[in-house]
Each structure stands twice: as C-alpha cells, then as structure tokens.
C-alpha cells in the first residue's frame, strides 16, 4: 500500500498527518508513506525529524493588499498555481500512491485535485469546526471528508461523503492522569490554572493573564502554570510590574514553553488557551473545563467557531480578544473555580465530546476507500 500525504503550512495541517501516518506505519509496516509539502513551511523540519520522506511544491494563497507587493505576490501565486499541479504531476506519477490523503493548507490543493483527475482516490481531514477554503473545494471530488467535530458538516455540500473522525491526539495525552500528574509537578490541593498561547505566545493572553498570575502570586489562592512564548520574554517583568516577583512564589510556574503539556494540562483545575483544534482535541480528551480566547487573526475566523462549538456543548467558556480585559478574564476565572458544580459540569460535557480513536478511524476510513 502507498499513501501520499498533502498537507502544511501550520502545525495544525501537519501534526494530525504525523500522527496518522505514525499509526499506519506501526499497524501495517510494510505501507509506503511519502509527504507533499510546501518549500519553507513548518513541514519542511517537522516531516523529516517524524522519520518520513518528503517532496516538495511550491504554492502560496491570494493577498487581500491592493499595494504594489500584495499585487506582486497575487501575480506569483497565479503562476504557482499551474507550475504546482505540473510538479504535483510529476511527483504522483513517480510515487504512484494508492490513495492520496490531505489535511488541509494551500499545498494539499493542487496535490488532491492532481490526483483526483488522474484516478486515483482521494480522501480529506478537516481539523477545525469551520473547514478551510482548499478543503471545501477538495471535498466535490473526495471520496470521504473526514471531520474533527459533527459541527462542522453543515458546512460541506450535502452530496459530501462525510464521516466524524475525530482529531488525532497523542497517546500521552489520552493516558495522562491527574493525580500522578499532580504529585509529579508538585502541586498541592489547591486549583491548578494551566494558561498558554502557543510556542511564540499570544501577546493578548499575555498581558491579560499577568494580573491572575501577579494576584496569585500576592493571595496564594491558585497555584498556576503559565507559558508566555518565544516573543513574550518581557511577561515576567510585566508581572513584576503588577507587585509579585515571580521567582518569589512557589505557586507560580512560569515558563517560555511548556515542553511536558501532558502532564501540565492533565493537572489543571482549569485552562486558558486559544482554540486551535488540536489543542481543544486534547482538553475534550482529558476533559478539562476551559476559557477559550480564539484567535482573530486565522482564516475563517476558524477558532472561533472552533470554541463555539464547546460553548453550544456547555464545555467552556468564551472571550473573544476584542472583548478581553485583565478584569473580565479574572472574573471568568474566579466564578468558575468557586463553583466545583459548574466545574464539573463543563469537564463531563468536554469529555463526552472527546473521540481518542481518531487515528484508528481515519485508517479505517483510508482502507475501506482503497477496498471500493
């Protein structure tokens, strides 16, 4: 069996590609995998380093600019579009995959469409409740769309072939424990807030959670984990600024980045994050209440239908960023870990969305389409 995998751009196209091909390599070893990704995006180091073998195509999105540079990318974005599906071409005839497989980002595009008109099945994985523009297109001609979420079939034409999928999460993730997470991290009875805006930091969350932490810090009510990113090196001052020194306080954990999220999250009382899919995944799975910031600044405004979708559930609580304040969100806060009844209501309906089967789904999915 040879698969191909399209998909880039962001770690939320890439890891779920990871993971699946992972688990079908370990239940079937004998499969070919090859991936397809975009020169310079994040697959170039993250493919290679998961042990895979990778081609490369060029491709970029339209700018919405009406300047001299935005005009200049649109007019090499046009000629990527044709010199990408010649070179998609290339690569399918010499790998002469069985299925095609893609999880979204410019460069699945013109792979899928590629393989499509030369035969060849093909299947996508929409990781978000509001599916991308390339995975709207790709669906007319796939032979199955793959969702994270129920949400997000209303979405897709109704001739789709859909199937809920779930996202892949890492099998630390779906093992992880509160107690031995507790005891490992050192933390005590008290609620343990686990706040982060990704590996370079969300700058909003940043300067919004520093009055929680300086707080804490001062009372001592909350023990909390906090990661402020590559470019928030300046939050620990920030706190300082707010009166708590935070190397003073055995109850605050702050980091850059936080490299043990199993742990971490499996520990927490309660989250605070934004809402990229896979990370909502892993909170369903571990059943974590949450308060979800979605980012603005992502197509679709995906993140924010992503949180919604755990609102509608009575799973999390939302704030959007044109809404967040240091005072809404400790209040958000505050109102929820003194109530162990909302809590838990959110936890039990958080993990009654969660799916810990996704890549075994997804490969059910890939060998059933192969079978027809």
Same mark, same amino acid.
């Not at 499996?266 to 896979?278: E, N, P, Q």
């Not at 509608?312 to 005072?327: S, V």
């Given at each position: 069996?040879? =698969?191909?995998?399209?998909?880039?751009?962001?770690?939320?196209?890439?890891?779920?590609?990871?993971?699946?091909?992972?688990?079908?390599? +370990?239940?079937? *070893?004998?499969?070919?995998?090859?991936?397809?990704?975009?020169?310079?995006?994040?697959?170039?180091?993250?493919?290679?380093?998961?042990?895979?073998?990778?081609?490369?195509? @060029?491709? &970029?999105?339209?700018?919405?600019?009406?300047?001299?540079?935005? $005009?200049?990318?649109?007019?090499?974005?046009?000629? !990527?579009?044709?010199? @990408?599906?010649? +070179?998609?071409?290339?690569?399918?005839?010499?790998?002469?995959?069985?299925?095609?497989?893609?999880?979204?980002?410019?460069?699945?595009? *013109?792979? $899928? !469409?590629?393989?499509?008109?030369?035969?060849?099945?093909?299947?996508?994985?929409?990781?978000?409740?509001?599916?991308?523009?390339?995975?709207?297109?790709?669906?007319? &001609?796939?032979?199955?769309?793959?969702?994270?979420?129920?949400?997000?079939?209303?979405?897709?034409?109704?001739? @789709?072939?859909?199937?809920?999928?779930?996202?892949?999460?890492?099998?630390? =993730?779906?093992?992880?424990? /509160?107690?031995?997470?507790? #005891?490992?991290?050192?933390?005590?009875?008290?609620?343990?807030?686990?706040?982060?805006?990704?590996? $370079?930091?969300?700058?909003?969350?940043? !300067?919004?959670?520093?009055?929680?932490?300086?707080?804490?810090?001062?009372?001592?009510?909350?023990?909390?984990?906090?990661?402020?990113?590559?470019?928030? /090196?300046?939050?620990?001052?920030?706190?300082?600024?707010?009166?708590?020194?935070?190397?003073?306080?055995?109850?605050?954990?702050?980091?850059?980045?936080?490299?043990?999220?199993?742990?971490?999250?499996?520990?927490?009382?309660?989250?605070?994050?934004?809402?990229?899919?896979?990370?909502?995944? %892993?909170?369903?799975? $571990?059943?974590?209440?949450?308060?979800?910031?979605? @980012? *603005?600044?992502?197509? +679709?405004?995906?993140?924010?239908?992503?949180?919604?979708?755990?609102?509608?559930?009575?799973?999390?609580?939302? =704030? #959007?960023?044109?809404?967040?304040?240091?005072?809404?969100?400790?209040?958000?806060?505050?109102?929820?870990?003194?109530? *162990?009844?909302?809590?838990?209501?959110?936890?039990?309906? &958080? /993990?009654?969305?969660? =799916?810990?089967?996704?890549? %075994?789904?997804?490969?059910?999915?890939?060998?059933?389409?192969?079978?027809?």
């Amino acid at each position: 069996m040879k =698969i191909l995998f399209a998909g880039g751009g962001t770690a939320g196209h890439i890891n779920p590609a990871l993971a699946v091909a992972g688990y079908i390599k +370990e239940k079937a *070893p004998d499969t070919e995998i090859l991936f397809v990704g975009n020169r310079g995006g994040m697959e170039e180091n993250l493919v290679p380093k998961a042990g895979f073998d990778m081609e490369f195509i @060029s491709i &970029s999105g339209f700018s919405r600019s009406i300047s001299i540079k935005g $005009l200049k990318h649109n007019a090499k974005t046009v000629k !990527r579009t044709f010199t @990408s599906s010649r +070179e998609a071409k290339r690569i399918i005839n010499e790998f002469k995959p069985d299925i095609c497989v893609g999880t979204g980002g410019y460069v699945s595009g *013109p792979v $899928l !469409r590629t393989a499509a008109k030369m035969g060849i099945p093909t299947v996508i994985h929409e990781q978000n409740a509001y599916p991308g523009v390339t995975n709207k297109m790709l669906a007319k &001609s796939a032979k199955r769309v793959m969702l994270a979420v129920k949400a997000a079939d209303k979405h897709f034409n109704k001739k @789709s072939n859909l199937v809920v999928t779930g996202n892949p999460v890492r099998g630390e =993730i779906i093992t992880a424990d /509160k107690a031995s997470a507790r #005891e490992k991290l050192g933390v005590d009875d008290r609620p343990l807030v686990l706040s982060f805006g990704g590996s $370079l930091g969300a700058d909003e969350i940043n !300067r919004n959670v520093a009055g929680l932490i300086a707080r804490s810090g001062q009372d001592k009510a909350y023990q909390h984990i906090h990661a402020y990113g590559k470019f928030g /090196k300046w939050f620990p001052d920030l706190v300082k600024e707010k009166g708590t020194d935070i190397d003073e306080c055995d109850n605050l954990d702050i980091r850059e980045y936080i490299d043990n999220m199993a742990d971490c999250m499996a520990a927490a009382d309660l989250v605070i994050s934004r809402a990229g899919a896979i990370t909502l995944s %892993e909170i369903q799975v $571990l059943g974590k209440p949450a308060v979800l910031i979605p @980012s *603005p600044n992502v197509a +679709e405004n995906h993140q924010y239908h992503n949180a919604m979708a755990l609102v509608n559930a009575g799973a999390a609580e939302i =704030i #959007e960023e044109k809404d967040l304040t240091e005072e809404l969100l400790i209040e958000k806060v505050d109102s929820l870990l003194k109530n *162990p009844k909302r809590l838990s209501y959110f936890s039990a309906n &958080s /993990k009654h969305m969660a =799916i810990t089967d996704a890549n %075994e789904r997804i490969f059910s999915v890939i060998k059933q389409v192969l079978k027809r």
